[in-house]
């Protein structure tokens, strides 16, 4: 048996959900972060379980023919890229594979029984995030003012001139910013006393539009020198939108409940496909739009509207895919939790002279099932839809919900997921209760990192 701290030479024979390589030793599973199929590896156990254990990487001895070298300097060290090491061909194989095998295993369907297309990946897999949310803080030892990321699974910050992740206006918003700080002597935040003002730096930009936007989180309601921190930020083309994010709770939640605008708009506008949004600092917006047009444009090809069908879409944003379905459908029915989204979900309807959709605000699994209790007696399209899309988030539809569903009987279930595990579950459950799984495919949403979106087809039987 395994003892901590040993030290022994492995190969890696598979892949673990979150990035990890596997190697089995005697039959024993070790996972081991940041290697990959292939690869022999000098390793160290940290940690052993009855059933399995985890090794730290210490030497590559003979690298696997899809390890190469990662362009960021930190990405063993930061906790957004776990698959930088690994050639993006092998990445989307891994993804295609994940989905694929949670179906399998947790979903119970059967791989002969569905059509599983092939995984959408990226042309260009670098530069495509339109937001980061940066961290704050002073070097270890000095007042020197520092952002990054935080390391994998700590609250440590690890300094970054440059996210090859992000499109570079993020990083040029971010280095004025901290030049503001610097001159105008602005303390970033200190979560171990609670001191300090500037917490985190978020920027998005719009990949179509090019407007940029800049929100300080701060500890308190006011900057110093307002003025000066608009006229250095102004320089950069583009700069669109300027707020302060107030935030002076102890928590780990980046954004406060509050946002003060001191120049421009309170948004940025940007499209997916011809449809316009405007985003706030507070929206809801998927991250990569070029892959996003792609998955959504999958979910409106898996819907097969003509014009006459009467939509709900669940988890619906600020009416991203909700647009979408109206361009194509008689009638959309959206929800979602944050009223801030609905609103936004509401005058991105009107920005785009939708009128055909109508929005709830509200926990899906409580509204979409008090709505059907209250009007399932008048048989109508709203409580016998046509097609329902749900884009739940990582945790997946609550039980009732899918009950609901069930109940109201649609003739297709369009499932946008974020996690294959919860999609698995949710697809077994439904199964089970009058739909069949018709297709799956895979979509490449965060390269170099191990997430994966997947979109899926189930029809009533």
């Known amino acids: ?29 070790l996972f081991i972060k940041d290697a990959i199929v292939g690869d022999v590896a000098e390793v160290k156990v940290m940690k052993v379980n009855a059933s399995y254990g985890f090794a730290r990487l210490m030497k590559i001895v003979t690298p696997s023919a899809d390890r190469v070298q990662a362009c960021c300097p930190i990405a063993r060290k930061c906790g957004g890229c776990q698959l930088q090491e690994m050639s993006y061909e092998a990445q989307l194989r891994f993804k295609e594979a994940k989905v694929l095998n949670a179906l399998e295993r947790i979903g119970k369907v059967s791989r002969e029984d569905f059509e599983y297309l092939p995984i959408i990946g990226m042309d260009e897999p670098f530069c495509y995030r339109n937001k980061s949310q940066f961290p704050v803080g002073y070097r270890k030892g000095t007042k020197e003012i520092i952002s990054g990321f935080y390391a994998g699974r700590t609250h440590d910050i690890m300094e970054t001139k440059k996210c090859y992740l992000g499109h570079p206006k993020l990083d040029e918003a971010l280095d004025a910013v901290k030049s ?58 583009g700069m669109t939108s300027i707020s302060l994010n107030v935030n002076t709770e102890k928590t780990n939640v ?42 959504y444009g999958k979910a409106l090809q898996f819907a097969g509207l003509t014009g006459k069908e009467v939509v709900w879409d669940l988890y619906c944003g600020i009416g991203t895919i909700s647009l979408f379905l109206a361009k194509k459908a008689k009638k959309v029915l959206g929800v979602e939790i944050v009223p801030e989204a609905i609103a936004d979900a509401k005058r991105n309807a009107a ?57 109201m009987a649609p003739e297709k279930i369009v499932y946008v997921s974020c996690d294959p595990a919860t999609l698995a579950r949710d697809v077994k459950y439904l199964t089970e209760h009058g739909y069949r799984l018709v297709k799956a495919q895979a979509v490449d949403q965060f390269a170099q990192s191990f997430h994966v979106e997947s979109v899926v087809l189930l029809s009533r039987k």
């Not at 979150?18 to 599973?29: L, R």
């Not at 409940?257 to 506008?269: M, N, P, V, Y």
């Open 1 to 29: 048996m395994l003892q901590k701290n040993d030290e022994l030479t492995v190969k890696i024979e598979d892949m673990g959900s979150s990035g990890e390589g596997i190697a089995k030793v005697d039959g024993y599973p």
């Open 180 to 237: 503001y700080m610097r001159e105008c002597h602005v303390t970033p935040y200190d979560e171990a006393t609670g001191k300090g003002l500037v917490r985190h730096i978020l920027v998005r930009v719009g990949f179509k539009t090019g407007q940029i936007m800049v929100c300080l989180i701060i500890n308190g309601r006011k900057i110093p020198q307002p003025e000066r921190l608009i006229a250095i930020l102004k320089k950069i083309e």
């Open 254 to 295: 980046i954004l406060g409940k509050e946002t003060l605008h001191i120049f421009g708009d309170g948004f940025i506008t940007d499209y997916i496909g011809d449809i316009k949004f405007q985003i706030s600092p507070q929206s809801f917006y998927q991250v990569n739009p070029q892959q996003t047009e792609k998955l």
């Open 351 to 407: 920005l785009n002279n939708i009128t055909n959709a109508e929005f709830f605000v509200g926990k899906a699994e409580e509204v979409v099932p008090a709505y059907y209790k209250k009007h399932k007696a008048e048989a109508s399209k709203e409580t016998r839809p046509d097609v329902i899309c749900v884009d739940p988030p990582r945790k997946g539809c609550d039980e009732v919900l899918l009950s609901t569903m069930v109940e």
